[in-house]
């Protein structure tokens, strides 16, 4: 093969991303130099790309185009777009929430005519009741997932102890001011109502909600993620069972923790203003203290198994006849009709005690 053949190849193998063609790639090898970027966020980009081509075909060369089929809809949906202008070095890329423009720096009154175009087309941060955003890694970059969850209408003074009400309260009222900052740890055994809780609070917030799998939440200051955040400035970040991003770093290697620290006390969080839960199970001795300093914690709160008199209380409200002798958990209270598959451990006697002792 000649090397000319050989470098066409690579130059082409270099236009595609982890996800579809890397556009500023496309750029360079169109018009032989770097784009200056223009870039619009929180824009309705399928909208936006009916506009373009309904008033702009005039001005179109050539489009690329990725698409997902939806289920639901049953139908394909638009997912990435690359517009090539004519007789400009101009190109556009449409994408969830955002908008490029490509261009050079003789091109600015095109640009600011595009760009009246699209204001239109710029959305609020809407949200419907009991919506969470699932945070996912699709091929090199963050998105987010919309998701309903189940409405969940609760009597706090049924479901958790007497103190609980002050912390509901001050929870409710910073995570709904807008253009705050600041950390709520919730933490307890499993079964205790955290998850119960925060669904309870989700429908209560006024702001969107993005959740953060643990797997994904090592990378929270990453710039993917700060990309994704930068499209959602002002919104809640839930991440549960986060043990190991909490954990102390004088007993482990985490970088986790000062990355959560930089983003809910830091210059970040000035700039995204963004709240963020945390649960875990875990004791509130192993994880850092540099999370529990005053002006970082809005909040923190441990979920116990219920006293016996709160727990014969919420088993008779759901339609037991139980007598509670011991303090329960909430979910042992609700699902007391079922079989438990919990194994006891055996504990060793003998020989074998005296080894493991």
Not at 26 to 32: A, E, G, I, K, R
Not at 328 to 352: C, D, L, W, Y
């Amino acid at each position: 093969m000649e090397n000319k053949e050989l470098q066409k190849i690579v130059a082409h193998a270099n236009l595609c991303d982890d996800f579809y063609i890397d556009a500023h790639a496309l750029y360079l090898q169109t018009h032989q130099k770097m784009p200056s970027v223009s870039s619009m966020y929180q824009v309705d980009f399928r909208k936006a790309f009916s506009w373009i081509k309904e008033n702009r075909a005039e001005w179109i060369e050539d489009i690329y185009t990725y698409r997902d089929y939806d289920r639901s809809d049953k139908k394909y949906e638009y997912d990435r777009i690359i517009i090539i202008l004519k007789n400009v070095p101009v190109m556009l890329v449409l994408a969830e929430n955002f908008i490029e423009i490509l261009h050079s720096e003789n091109d600015l009154p095109l640009v600011e005519e595009l760009t009246a175009g699209l204001q239109p087309f710029r959305q609020g941060q809407k949200r419907k009741a009991h919506e969470i955003n699932l945070v996912v890694q699709n091929k090199g970059s963050m998105t987010l997932r919309s998701m309903e969850i189940k409405r969940t209408k609760l009597d706090l003074g049924l479901y958790y102890e007497p103190d609980f009400a002050d912390i509901d309260r001050l929870i409710l009222k910073r995570l709904n001011t807008s253009k705050d900052k600041g950390l709520v740890l919730l933490h307890g055994k499993p079964g205790t109502g955290k998850t119960t809780y925060l669904r309870h609070l989700t429908g209560r917030l006024k702001k969107r909600i993005l959740f953060l799998p643990p797997t994904v939440a090592q990378e929270i200051t990453g710039p993917s993620f700060i990309e994704l955040l930068m499209s959602y400035p002002n919104s809640v970040l839930v991440i549960e069972d986060a043990e190991n991003i909490l954990a102390d770093r004088e007993q482990s290697e985490n970088s986790s923790v000062s990355n959560l620290l930089n983003l809910s006390d830091g210059l970040l969080a000035d700039c995204l203003n963004v709240q963020v839960i945390c649960t875990f199970n875990g004791a509130l001795s192993k994880i850092d203290s540099a999370l529990l300093r005053k002006g970082r914690l809005i909040a923190q709160y441990e979920f116990r198994e219920l006293s016996v008199q709160k727990a014969q209380q919420l088993s008779a409200h759901l339609g037991f006849d139980t007598a509670i002798s011991r303090p329960m958990s909430i979910a042992e209270i609700a699902n007391q009709h079922e079989r438990t598959f919990e194994v006891k451990k055996v504990q060793p006697i003998g020989f074998r005690a005296a080894l493991q002792s």
